[in-house]
């Protein structure tokens, strides 16, 4: 059956993997003191290094680094990296000149990957050291939290958002961590993210059901829909944990993202009545004889799968939490199954729809034509939503606005009515109508410079001169330029990672950038920028230094010092945002 096949495929790709070493196996930690020195020794497993630039020690707010002899190192080709056993030693007259006590805090920071391209999140450990009868004694704090820890280290006391939600994960059980990653996956539905499926599954549902349309049907072909979905997103999951990068942030370059909205536009057309998409007659029989009855299920698998990848690319909180965990736990097997559970809590909504297709759908019968002209112009839509990350916002608007006005017509916008007329085409004019009016808008909008669908004339009639004043961006490419950038600023630094495929980071430029407000304090910080759309070599460079998932992200500093806890992931409107600023004194 085609359900033990899809189950089968899972089970394959997740068992396909060996679970890695965890992180205290990978780099065998540990820390002694004497009456001269504290030592960190890292007893560091088979093919597993530490980057040079992430080992890092800080006792009261300041990094050591340059007043320590450091072991040695070599240079592995990219980075420079520690790839054997090695200690570390701080000297006790040293720790007690900065904290002018016999008794303080030390937080050691490190990262490290394997040879075979797994790499660990960011470490960070916090030790007190303490005097006594018998001397110098150091003790490793728990995580779960110690004030005077916080109090030592100002802006690490809180955890990210992102962060947060890992480190709340790895303290749960199996079941119950199951259990909140399918809330999150509700909780992501949530998001902009999932509402391109929308559409696409509805047309689905509409053109591969004909004449047998029901609840039982529907929701049967959004279970496909849904389930290939999840197991996108479990897969991406996997290979983001091995290889360090999400399986859809590979597939946002324009050849892509271009070839999938033509895709929409032939499925458009077909539904408009000019063609019927079939595969040549020889495959069809082949098909018809292998899978008598499945109705394009094969079909749907593919289309869920691939828009869980391309057409929705956003890197919430909640995702970046979960991929952020897997990193920590080194389980890829329960990593594959978590997001996959997370990936069906993302469809609920979906399921629904199918489950409510006998209601929410229209059912068979005169209306079903008109319909699927409907969806037709959605599928247009789409097409121009998943291009617009090539062409850019005035292509966007301008599409938008000519197709809106054929949709307007098509449905009625300028047909007589009279008295005599049904309240039902009264209303479909009425819409028409204002669908016209604001299609044509956005045509205007298009070449005022709009950024917003909502206020498409927001630079009508303007000077543009605020409209048009942007935040001032420094950018970079690779590791030395970031360095040397953050070295050279006098104010606090932004770091924003952006491609042009996410939809999150546009928002951010277009929507939360553009505030008045929000420029006003921008003002006050250093704003880098790290394009990371081609994917290339130094962009995976960039966000492995700090442990990212992809896009977007922002990164605080004050000093050479990150503030870790500062870290957005995701869309924040001007208000959150500038709150959020606030709360860390930027």
Request: net charge neutral.
């Amino acid at each position: 059956m085609f359900k033990k096949a899809i189950f089968s495929i899972f089970l394959l790709i997740v068992s396909a993997f060996g679970d890695p070493l965890s992180v205290a196996e990978a780099f065998g930690l540990s820390a002694k003191t004497d009456s001269q020195n504290v030592e960190f020794r890292f007893d560091l497993a088979k093919d597993i290094y530490v980057y040079k630039d992430t080992l890092k020690v800080i006792s009261k707010g300041k990094t050591l680094n340059d007043q320590l002899n450091l072991p040695n190192f070599i240079n592995d080709g990219s980075f420079d990296v520690y790839p054997e056993k090695f200690s570390l030693f701080v000297p006790i007259n040293l720790l007690k000149e900065i904290n002018q006590s016999d008794s303080f805090n030390i937080t050691l920071e490190y990262q490290g990957c394997a040879k075979n391209g797994i790499c660990y999140q960011p470490q960070v450990n916090n030790y007190n050291v303490s005097s006594g009868l018998s001397g110098y004694k150091i003790a490793l704090i728990p995580k779960d939290g110690d004030t005077t820890v916080a109090s030592s280290l100002p802006g690490e006391s809180e955890l990210s958002e992102q962060d947060s939600i890992a480190k709340n994960l790895s303290d749960k059980g199996f079941v119950l961590s199951l259990i909140t990653f399918f809330g999150y996956g509700i909780l992501l539905s949530l998001t902009p993210c999932i509402f391109p499926m929308i559409p696409i599954l509805s047309s689905i549902i509409v053109s591969k059901s004909g004449d047998k349309l029901n609840a039982k049907r529907g929701f049967w072909l959004s279970f496909i829909y849904v389930f290939a979905m999840a197991l996108a997103y479990a897969v991406a999951g996997i290979v983001a944990s091995i290889f360090g990068a999400g399986l859809s942030g590979m597939l946002q370059t324009p050849a892509v993202l271009i070839g999938f909205s033509l895709v929409f536009v032939a499925l458009a057309l077909s539904m408009f009545g000019l063609y019927e998409l079939q595969m040549p007659l020889k495959i069809q029989n082949l098909l018809n004889k292998k899978a008598e009855n499945k109705d394009g299920v094969i079909g749907i698998f593919i289309m869920g799968f691939l828009s869980a990848l391309i057409a929705s690319p956003c890197v919430a909180a909640p995702l970046a939490g979960v991929l952020l965990y897997i990193a920590q736990s080194g389980n890829v097997l329960f990593g594959g199954s978590a997001l996959f559970i997370m990936g069906l809590g993302m469809g609920v909504p979906l399921l629904i729809i199918g489950a409510s297709s006998g209601k929410l759908l229209p059912r068979p019968g005169i209306w079903m034509d008109n319909i699927k002209r409907l969806f037709g112009f959605i599928m247009i839509f789409m097409a121009i939503w998943l291009s617009s990350r090539v062409l850019g916002s005035k292509i966007e608007f301008l599409l938008y606005g000519i197709t809106g006005v054929f949709m307007s017509v098509y449905f009625g916008a300028f047909d007589s009515t009279n008295e005599n007329s049904s309240s039902g085409k009264k209303a479909l004019k009425s819409i028409s109508l204002i669908l016209f009016i604001y299609s044509f808008i956005l045509i205007i909008g298009s070449f005022t410079g709009a950024k917003s669908l909502a206020n498409p004339l927001a630079n009508f009639g303007t000077s543009g001169a605020i409209n048009n004043k942007e935040a001032k961006f420094i950018s970079v490419s690779n590791v030395n330029e970031l360095e040397n950038a953050i070295k050279s600023s006098s104010k606090p630094v932004m770091i924003d990672f952006y491609a042009t495929w996410c939809v999150s980071c546009n928002e951010l430029d277009e929507i939360t950038f553009k505030e008045q407000a929000v420029l006003s304090r921008l003002e006050n910080l250093t704003l880098i920028r790290v394009d990371v759309t081609k994917g290339s070599k130094e962009d995976n460079e960039l966000m492995n230094k700090f442990g990212l998932i992809g896009p977007p992200a922002l990164i605080f500093y004050k000093g050479e010092e990150e503030l870790k806890s500062a870290r957005l992931i995701g869309f924040y409107e001007p208000q959150k945002f500038i709150a959020h600023l606030d709360k860390f004194k930027l």
